[in-house]
């Protein structure tokens, strides 16, 4: 009968170091794609400061952005890359605790639910924790 392997905490600490290259890795990909597209189409208008233009319609929603990068604007790319960039701290804390659930560790798998709580609610509402 074959051993059964444990779930060890270099284990653990290599998957969150591997989440965390991937996540920052992914979205700097994902910005300086956005950038580049941005770039050629819009490196050589000329900008004016007199008139205040804002902030394009299509960032104010993920449904925007999702529809900016499907027609391919740069501005949405860039976007969905910080977006991504923001997403990988709270995927870290959420395999962090799926880690710990594992190792059968509860307090830090408390500890990480409440950070996660934290986080989400701090979204949501804009209010930080």
């Known amino acids: ?41 819009h490196g050589r208008e000329v900008v004016s400061y007199q008139k205040f233009t804002g902030v394009p319609e299509f960032v104010h929603s993920p449904l925007g952005i999702w529809q900016g990068i499907l027609t391919g604007r ?23 605790a799926i880690g710990f659930v594992l190792e059968k560790d509860w307090l830090y798998t408390g500890i990480s639910l409440l950070v996660l709580l934290v986080i989400v609610a701090s979204a949501l509402t804009g209010h930080g924790g």
């Open 74 to 96: 740069g501005r949405a790319i860039i976007q969905a890359g910080i977006i991504l960039l923001i997403a990988t701290p709270v995927i870290r804390v959420i395999f962090s």
């Open 1 to 41: 009968m074959a051993a059964q392997k444990t779930f060890k905490d270099t284990d653990m600490q290599r998957i969150l170091g591997w989440v965390l290259r991937v996540g920052v890795s992914l979205s700097m990909l994902v910005v300086c794609i956005g950038g580049v597209l941005y770039l050629y189409r």
